[in-house]
């Protein structure tokens, strides 16, 4: 089934639902891809560099058949590259073997030291992460304006960027506002305020963790369940169909070929079945008392976000 598509601030055009890919071991996420493209309809996938399965990725998508022109990609600019934008995402592309991209994401607006103990997670003596507390988020950007100008890439744009790190760290220096800001959105972290705020400037919010990630609390769901039963879906495709109607861009994993084509269908399938009355019910579950994170990295660092209770050490 196809996924309708969403215009971005620059008039390139994403699909509204796509595949995410973070923890598909290598060897699934070959077959998950090529299925997903070849007999699921996806063509959108979202893929970033600290996943270590861009290689797969490729593969997966070499093995569809499907042109690439055909295939809305995005990847992401991991944490300890900020310094050298272009060089990760030339890495990117080689890992993939694309010559560009759809989208490129700043992943975190977070720089961890380049020279540090790890090439992911670099650490200090006394174990925090080695965040460059100086860095200016402005400097990443500037490069990720550059990768544009040069066209490498059709879009760019943030992810896990809170409204007051837009507003104070990034717009104001910004030459151009990002296409999108990736974030952990779903039936117990609506973020509504944030959504809000960012259609108000004109940048596509999308959703990650739609389903609650691995081992999710959400498929539970009461709310959802009662939904899913009333219009003959599951509650996978309510969770997925509440963000979908809302015009926001839901990634969603699977490396189970019948979960990859449910997701997609249902989802599609439950944004047209929605009420406005079933999504403002469904938009005050997190307020019941069910507010939840399920992605929080121990960065201390503030990053802005409401609810995200971590220790502070420094700020960005
Ligand atoms: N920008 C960021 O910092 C960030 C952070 C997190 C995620 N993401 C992106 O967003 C994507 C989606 O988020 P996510 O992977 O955390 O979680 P998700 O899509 O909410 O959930 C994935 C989990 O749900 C299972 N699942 C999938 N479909 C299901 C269904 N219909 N019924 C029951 N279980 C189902 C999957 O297992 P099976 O594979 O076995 O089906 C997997 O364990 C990621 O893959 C990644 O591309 C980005």
């Not at 759809?102 to 020279?115: A, F, K, Q």
């Not at 925090?128 to 988020?137: F, G, P």
């Not at 539970?220 to 009662?226: I, K, M, P, R, V």
Request: hydrophobic residues 40%; glycine residues 6%; contains cysteine.
């Amino acid at each position: 089934m196809a996924s309708p598509k969403i215009k971005l601030n620059n008039g390139v055009e994403i699909p509204i639902v796509g595949l995410g890919t973070w923890q598909s071991k290598p060897e699934e996420v070959i077959t998950a891809v090529e299925y997903a493209l070849k007999e699921a309809g996806y063509r959108h996938i979202d893929c970033a560099w600290a996943y270590d399965n861009e290689k797969e990725v490729g593969e997966g998508i070499r093995r569809s058949g499907v042109p690439r022109s055909e295939i809305f990609l995005t990847s992401k600019l991991w944490c300890t590259h900020h310094n050298r934008v272009e060089a990760a995402l030339d890495e990117t592309l080689a890992n993939l073997g694309t010559d560009y991209l759809d989208l490129y994401l700043v992943h975190w607006p977070i720089h961890l030291n380049p020279n540090g103990n790890h090439p992911k997670f670099p650490t200090r003596p006394d174990g925090s992460r080695d965040v460059l507390t100086d860095w200016k988020i402005r400097d990443t950007w500037a490069q990720m304006e550059a990768v544009l100008a040069k066209g490498k890439v059709r879009a760019i744009g943030v992810s896990n960027f809170s409204e007051r790190i837009l507003e104070q760290d990034l717009l104001p220096y910004a030459k151009v506002v990002p296409a999108v800001d990736q974030v952990e959105l779903h039936l117990y972290n609506p973020q509504l305020k944030l959504v809000e705020y960012l259609k108000s400037k004109g940048i596509v919010p999308q959703a990650y963790s739609p389903l609650g990630s691995t081992n999710s609390p959400l498929l539970q769901d009461e709310t959802a369940s009662a939904l899913a039963q009333k219009y003959g879906l599951s509650t996978a495709d309510i969770l997925l169909g509440y963000l979908v109607a809302k015009d926001i861009v839901t990634l969603t994993k699977s490396v189970n070929p019948k979960r990859i084509k449910s997701n997609i269908e249902g989802a599609l399938a439950a944004a047209k079945k929605l009420t406005k009355e079933d999504i403002e019910k469904l938009d005050g579950v997190a307020a019941s008392g069910k507010q939840m994170r399920l992605i929080q990295p121990p960065w201390g660092v503030d990053l802005g976000f409401d609810n995200w209770p971590v220790r502070v050490q420094g700020r960005n």
